[in-house]
């Protein structure tokens, strides 16, 4: 079995401003409001009580499959009810990859991009979520996933996660050969500075004995970005290496997608079955 090299997939906040505030309230389902009284450092003891804000909440993606990362997020990135889900996990542990059961948490926080000092009433309305594991090496979650077996599971090394312009990554995974190659126009900005255009990935494998070439994903804009596989490895045991990438066009957003071998269409060797995305400020 081959190890990639562990990527941080946990993600924070997307504009980050200087703060000292950890601030943090009990599990929540973001349909009731969460209070936690912090007293201050004065000899009066003064409290200042934190309440959840829950309005405008995402609803849950209509995709079978969803994703789920740990970290500090705006509160439309985590969807309404998403702690009260079956969840798998992908852990890492001593240089080997595990899918197995996991649980996960969700509590209020302090958004530095979006919460204000201010207090409304004597309360002070935090608006962030902050997603914990259960165990401290989760790499991500998932859950509706059907078929599956919890237990090691076989994955791919790279030594790059990204790929220049008409370039491309090839790999072998259970004595079959494998390459996602990437296409795209280079243009320049200024002195030193360039982006890309109609850039995508496409990939290339074997399934049932037969090669087969597929468009992953591709945008005809970007700014300052560039897709980058984060992890690779049969999630559904079909000997097919299921893909984790980030397929954000911009800067400021990231856009986490599944693609997964055993749900792709008649004569494709993928199909995209979840999107995680964050939003810049």
Same mark, same amino acid.
């Given at each position: 079995?081959?190890?990639?090299?562990?990527?941080?997939?946990?993600? +924070?906040?997307?504009?980050?401003?200087?703060?000292?505030?950890?601030?943090?309230?009990?599990? &929540?389902?973001?349909?009731?409001?969460?209070?936690?009284?912090?007293?201050?450092?004065? !000899?009066?003891?003064?409290?200042?009580?934190?309440?959840?804000?829950? &309005?405008? /909440?995402?609803?849950?993606?209509?995709?079978?499959?969803?994703?789920?990362?740990?970290?500090?997020?705006?509160?439309?990135?985590?969807?309404?009810?998403?702690?009260?889900?079956?969840?798998? @996990?992908?852990?890492?542990?001593?240089?080997?990859?595990?899918?197995?059961?996991?649980?996960?948490?969700?509590?209020?926080?302090?958004?530095?991009?979006?919460?204000?000092?201010?207090?409304?009433?004597?309360?002070?309305?935090?608006?962030?979520?902050?997603?914990?594991?259960?165990?401290?090496?989760?790499? +991500?979650?998932?859950?509706?996933?059907?078929?599956?077996?919890?237990?090691?599971?076989?994955?791919?090394?790279?030594?790059? !996660?990204?790929?220049? @312009?008409?370039?491309?990554?090839?790999?072998?995974?259970?004595?079959?050969?494998?390459?996602?190659?990437?296409?795209?126009?280079?243009?320049? /900005?200024?002195?030193?500075?360039?982006?890309?255009? !109609?850039?995508?990935?496409?990939?290339?494998?074997?399934?049932?004995?037969?090669?087969?070439?597929?468009?992953?994903?591709?945008?005809?804009?970007?700014?300052?970005?560039?897709?980058?596989?984060?992890?690779?490895?049969?999630?559904?045991?079909?000997?097919?290496?299921?893909?984790?990438?980030?397929?954000?066009?911009?800067?400021?957003?990231?856009?986490?997608? /599944?693609?997964?071998?055993?749900?792709?269409?008649?004569?494709?060797?993928?199909?995209?079955?979840?999107?995680?995305? &964050?939003?810049?400020?």
């Amino acid at each position: 079995m081959r190890i990639l090299l562990l990527l941080p997939l946990a993600l +924070f906040f997307s504009c980050k401003q200087s703060s000292n505030k950890t601030v943090s309230g009990p599990p &929540t389902d973001h349909a009731l409001a969460a209070e936690a009284n912090k007293p201050n450092a004065s !000899n009066d003891k003064v409290y200042v009580t934190y309440v959840a804000d829950t &309005t405008n /909440l995402s609803p849950e993606p209509e995709t079978p499959i969803k994703l789920m990362l740990e970290g500090s997020f705006h509160k439309q990135e985590v969807w309404q009810g998403a702690e009260k889900k079956p969840w798998l @996990a992908v852990f890492y542990e001593n240089n080997r990859y595990y899918l197995r059961s996991t649980a996960l948490s969700i509590h209020p926080a302090y958004d530095p991009v979006y919460d204000s000092d201010q207090e409304i009433e004597g309360s002070r309305v935090i608006s962030g979520r902050e997603v914990l594991s259960q165990d401290s090496s989760t790499v +991500f979650f998932l859950t509706g996933l059907t078929k599956y077996t919890e237990g090691e599971l076989d994955t791919v090394a790279f030594k790059r !996660n990204i790929i220049p @312009a008409n370039r491309a990554l090839r790999y072998t995974f259970k004595g079959k050969p494998y390459s996602i190659s990437a296409y795209g126009d280079s243009v320049q /900005l200024g002195k030193n500075e360039y982006s890309y255009r !109609n850039y995508g990935w496409k990939v290339g494998g074997t399934k049932k004995g037969r090669r087969i070439e597929q468009i992953l994903a591709e945008d005809a804009q970007f700014d300052e970005s560039i897709y980058m596989l984060l992890w690779a490895g049969d999630l559904d045991r079909d000997g097919i290496p299921d893909l984790l990438i980030d397929i954000s066009n911009h800067y400021n957003v990231s856009s986490i997608a /599944l693609f997964l071998s055993s749900m792709a269409d008649k004569g494709k060797l993928y199909k995209q079955v979840a999107l995680f995305q &964050t939003i810049g400020c």
